[in-house]
């Protein structure tokens, strides 16, 4: 009786996860570039009270043997990278990602981020920033007397401005990706880490190498499906009455 609670609590426990898990996967429906998480889980040490194939009469092996498990443990929670919905903005500033690759983000410490979240805005100075204020990697600045509306960025992460009545090079825009970009930490404000489990990052141009390609005007949406969610989130609850 003692071992059947302990391992009903572990089993509560690890649901637990998977309830917090669901519902912040719900929370971020409508979060730019937001990933999905899934909890996996795994059965606890089992105590082994026969071998299989322990003699239980003379000549006469069991085929099988008698095990008692322990419960459950959640192993780890994993961010599922497809693809989320592109929604045109009309902004020309806004950049949504069509396929593999992250942008990079400098923070005000000198330290990269990573996101999958273009919607970016010039700040005061021109320069390129995303919603925390946070530069895109590469510095690309709109100089004063350039209307934001004339900004084009290509596919390949060129980015051009009519000035003086002239196009006018702003930068290009680099995307990176990772071998494992599961193993990254979420950081918060659609941001991502490196990690060891992550690997280093790769960079490159956007459509070259394995990368995605850039879509002016688009952003990318979350992939959390809400009809999915709703589903674990009730068989995480159990059956009910």
């Known amino acids: 009786m003692i071992r059947a609670l302990y391992s009903s609590a572990s089993g509560m426990k690890a649901q637990e996860i998977l309830l917090d898990v669901t519902a912040n996967n719900l929370a971020n429906v409508n979060t730019n570039g937001f990933k999905r998480s899934h909890v996996d889980f795994a059965d606890l040490v089992y105590s082994t009270l026969r071998q299989g194939g322990?003699?239980?009469?003379?000549?006469?092996?069991?085929?099988?043997?008698?095990?008692?498990?322990?419960?459950?443990r959640a192993v780890s929670t994993t961010k599922l990278f497809t693809a989320g919905a592109l929604e045109q903005t009309g902004n020309s500033t806004d950049m949504?990602?069509?396929?593999?690759?992250?942008?990079?983000?400098?923070?005000?410490?000198?330290?990269?981020?990573?996101?999958?979240?273009?919607?970016?805005?010039?700040?005061?100075?021109?320069?390129?920033?995303?919603?925390?204020?946070?530069?895109?990697?590469?510095?690309?600045?709109?100089p004063a007397d350039v209307n934001p509306t004339t900004v084009s960025v290509g596919t390949d992460g060129t980015v051009n401005a009519i000035q003086n009545g002239a196009s006018t090079a702003l930068g290009n825009v680099q995307l990176y990706?990772?071998?494992?970009?599961?193993?990254?930490?979420?950081?918060?404000?659609?941001?991502?880490?490196?990690?060891?489990?992550?690997?280093?990052?790769?960079?490159?141009?956007?459509?070259?190498?394995?990368?995605?390609?850039?879509?002016?005007?688009?952003?990318?949406?979350?992939?959390?499906?809400?009809?999915?969610?709703l589903i674990s989130l009730i068989t995480a609850q159990g059956p009910t009455k």
């Not at 003699?55 to 322990?70: C, D, I, K, N």
């Not at 599961?182 to 060891?196: C, D, K, M, V």
């Open 54 to 72: 322990a003699e239980v009469a003379v000549g006469r092996p069991s085929p099988v043997g008698l095990q008692v498990g322990s419960g459950s």
């Open 96 to 142: 949504a990602i069509k396929g593999d690759g992250f942008f990079k983000i400098v923070l005000p410490s000198g330290e990269f981020r990573y996101t999958r979240d273009g919607a970016f805005h010039p700040d005061a100075t021109g320069l390129l920033v995303n919603g925390d204020g946070y530069a895109l990697d590469g510095a690309i600045t709109i």
């Open 177 to 229: 990706r990772f071998p494992n970009p599961a193993g990254l930490s979420s950081e918060g404000s659609n941001l991502y880490q490196i990690t060891p489990a992550s690997g280093a990052e790769v960079a490159g141009t956007p459509g070259s190498d394995g990368l995605g390609i850039i879509r002016q005007a688009f952003l990318e949406r979350s992939n959390v499906e809400v009809v999915t969610e």
